[in-house]
């Protein structure tokens, strides 16, 4: 178990643990990721000098500026040993592949879970490696999949025809706006 939205002990004991176990495998080994939205919070390896009570700060504040997720992204990717693509650094040369179920628009891997094997530049001027992968559901089919459900018992729904995003509250008011 680990703790989202925001981390805790446990995200930093999850993070220790994955990087213990990537980097114990064998050069020869396969390896398979399988990375969802909300790992950024689930599984963090602090960079040295940086401690639990910073990580936190920076996630409550990152999350209430209301900024995209690529913004809060490219913030907790400055504390962690294991985003923007450190823990493919840490998986080096084995063969892997990494399914994802992503929660952000566009399904970019260097986004998704703060991009764990998907570095959005080169990291700390090192080129990562960057592990293949499949997309294997996303927001879009969420919300076509809630759609069905909720017609299928009876109620109107519609899917919008682009995504958004911004802060929660004021996404709230103007869907409640758009239903009434």
Known sequence: ??????????????????EAFV????????LLFLISGGASSLVEALVPGVGLAALQRLNFDALASGDGIEAVNARRRALSRLKGGGLAAIAGPRRALALMISDVPGNDPAIIGSGLL???????????PQVPYRIVADVRQACRAASACAEMRGYCARVARSSFGGAADVLGRRFARAAG
């Open 1 to 18: 178990e680990s703790a989202h939205p925001g981390p805790d002990a446990r995200s930093l004991a999850a993070g220790e643990a994955v």
């Open 23 to 30: 980097a114990g495998m064998p050069k020869e080994a396969q």
């Open 118 to 128: 998907h570095a959005a530049r080169p990291r700390r001027g090192v080129q990562v």
